[in-house]
């Protein structure tokens, strides 16, 4: 009976044996020295590698809305000798856009050389000069204006961008140059840009140029978002959308901000209704903010409405965190008024708060849509900013 004992004994033995063998059975003195995820190997645990250190950074943005160049402004933009001059109607706010790290405007109409009245608008490409001297760096091209002079316009007006070194989004010379992403780095942070238009004044894309204009199309958009996001810091999204003359967004503008935030768009920049619209906070899904301006109306025009006088610079300043995080910070909206005289005479753009008191008796416009005053424009100003009109003095991009 021992015998048999003691014969089991030792089977036992020798299977505990084993397993411990295989690392199945750790011995009790083993489990409480070795870390369990080290068990059964000898080969010490790396340390995961430590993730590359994020350098902090900053850079101001500023936005123009329609850079309308109707045929009154190219004229008295004519000098005696036949050539054009634009920079005087943008002095009084040259430095507010030359202090910003990054500047954007819309370019509502064809610069192909001639001078284009409604509804084929057109400006003479000098106009570009006077856009570089102010201090843009990015211009948009995708608007319902960008075929008036047809395919060969937009090229011209795309080529003289070119020759100034200014990228353009929105509108591309060739297939290769739409695939070709449009990014700015400054102050160690880079800013992707894309832009579209709703449509092009019934005047059909040509076919042998599909890629010349970028349209509204969700799907379209939706795989632009995707493949430019990994490659910028600061994604920002130009829609030439809404209702002419309205003060607030569509349905269809807002269901397409939010599409924009859902993919990725960290600013929506709005313009084409002539008129200020409000701007708004949007939450994307990853619970992150994307701030949306729905229309900066107008930078400079010669329309006859009031309210088409008023239009707006966005600013805000880019923040990169030490961890990595980018967000906007201080967004708003700086109002401007676009002073002209009877005649088609003395066009110019002034800061809202900068516009003497002696200079709106002659407002041209006095004569088709009364009454015009200080206090008028101030009120629509905060009427539709709320909280988001600006002052110089809180203005991002201050000289």
Same mark, same amino acid.
């Given at each position: 009976?021992?015998?048999?004992?003691?014969?089991?004994?030792?089977?036992?033995?020798?299977?505990?044996?084993?397993?411990?063998?295989?690392?199945?059975?750790?011995?009790?003195?083993?489990?409480? +020295?070795?870390?369990?995820?080290?068990?059964?190997?000898?080969?010490?645990?790396?340390?995961? +590698?430590?993730?590359?250190?994020?350098?902090?950074?900053?850079?101001?943005?500023?936005?123009?809305?329609?850079? &309308?160049?109707?045929?009154?402004?190219?004229?008295?933009?004519?000098?005696?000798?036949?050539?054009?001059?634009?920079?005087?109607?943008?002095?009084?706010?040259?430095?507010?856009?030359?202090?910003?790290?990054?500047?954007?405007?819309?370019?509502?109409?064809?610069?192909?050389?001639?001078?284009?009245?409604?509804?084929?608008?057109?400006?003479?490409?000098?106009?570009?000069?006077?856009?570089?001297?102010?201090?843009?760096?990015?211009?948009?091209?995708?608007?319902?204006?960008?075929?008036?002079?047809?395919?060969?316009?937009?090229?011209?007006?795309?080529?003289?961008?070119?020759?100034?070194?200014?990228?353009?989004?929105?509108?591309?010379?060739?297939? +290769?140059?739409?695939?070709?992403?449009?990014?700015? +780095?400054?102050?160690?942070?880079?800013?992707?840009?894309?832009?579209?238009?709703?449509?092009?004044?019934?005047?059909?894309?040509?076919?042998?140029?599909?890629?010349?204009?970028?349209?509204?199309?969700?799907?379209?958009?939706?795989?632009? #978002?995707?493949? &430019?996001?990994?490659?910028?810091?600061?994604?920002?999204?130009?829609?030439?959308?809404?209702?002419?003359?309205? #003060?607030?967004?569509?349905?269809?503008?807002?269901? &397409?901000?939010?599409?924009?935030?859902?993919?990725?768009?960290?600013?929506?920049?709005?313009?084409?209704?002539?008129?200020?619209?409000?701007?708004?906070?949007?939450?994307?899904?990853?619970?992150?903010?994307?701030?949306?301006?729905?229309?900066?109306?107008?930078?400079?025009?010669?329309?006859?409405?009031?309210?088409?006088?008023?239009?707006?610079? &966005?600013?805000?300043?880019?923040?990169?965190?030490?961890?990595?995080?980018?967000?906007?910070?201080?967004?708003?909206?700086?109002?401007?008024?676009?002073?002209?005289?009877?005649?088609?005479?003395?066009?110019?753009?002034?800061?809202?708060?900068?516009?003497?008191?002696?200079?709106?008796?002659?407002?041209?416009?006095?004569?088709?849509?009364?009454?015009?005053?200080?206090?008028?424009?101030?009120?629509?100003?905060?009427?539709?900013?709320?909280?988001?009109?600006?002052?110089?003095?809180?203005?991002?991009?201050?000289?």
């Amino acid at each position: 009976m021992k015998r048999k004992n003691r014969t089991i004994g030792a089977l036992l033995l020798a299977c505990l044996l084993l397993l411990n063998a295989c690392g199945r059975v750790p011995a009790p003195e083993a489990a409480e +020295e070795r870390p369990e995820a080290d068990q059964g190997t000898d080969e010490p645990v790396q340390p995961p +590698e430590p993730a590359a250190p994020v350098e902090p950074a900053r850079a101001t943005l500023v936005a123009a809305g329609d850079n &309308l160049l109707h045929n009154t402004i190219s004229w008295d933009a004519q000098q005696a000798d036949g050539g054009y001059d634009f920079r005087p109607v943008y002095q009084h706010v040259k430095g507010l856009i030359e202090a910003a790290d990054v500047a954007f405007i819309n370019q509502e109409v064809p610069l192909s050389g001639t001078v284009g009245r409604y509804p084929n608008l057109d400006a003479p490409q000098q106009a570009a000069d006077a856009v570089v001297d102010c201090g843009f760096d990015i211009v948009n091209e995708a608007t319902n204006h960008a075929l008036d002079k047809g395919a060969g316009g937009l090229m011209t007006t795309l080529e003289g961008w070119r020759q100034r070194g200014i990228p353009v989004t929105g509108a591309y010379l060739s297939a +290769e140059d739409a695939q070709t992403p449009r990014l700015l +780095e400054k102050n160690g942070i880079t800013f992707g840009f894309l832009g579209y238009t709703y449509g092009t004044n019934g005047i059909p894309v040509p076919q042998d140029k599909p890629f010349c204009i970028a349209l509204i199309d969700q799907e379209k958009i939706k795989a632009d #978002l995707a493949a &430019l996001r990994p490659q910028c810091d600061y994604l920002v999204v130009s829609m030439h959308w809404g209702t002419e003359y309205r #003060l607030t967004p569509t349905d269809e503008q807002r269901q &397409l901000a939010q599409m924009l935030a859902d993919n990725g768009a960290d600013l929506i920049i709005g313009h084409h209704p002539h008129v200020l619209e409000p701007a708004e906070w949007l939450t994307r899904p990853d619970g992150g903010q994307t701030f949306c301006v729905y229309s900066l109306g107008n930078f400079v025009s010669s329309q006859n409405d009031k309210a088409t006088m008023l239009g707006g610079l &966005l600013s805000l300043t880019v923040v990169r965190e030490a961890d990595g995080a980018v967000r906007t910070e201080a967004p708003g909206v700086l109002p401007v008024i676009t002073h002209f005289e009877n005649g088609g005479k003395n066009y110019c753009i002034y800061p809202l708060e900068d516009y003497p008191q002696d200079l709106i008796a002659k407002h041209a416009v006095r004569k088709y849509d009364s009454p015009i005053t200080l206090e008028y424009y101030n009120g629509l100003a905060d009427q539709v900013l709320g909280e988001f009109k600006q002052i110089k003095e809180t203005f991002a991009c201050r000289p």
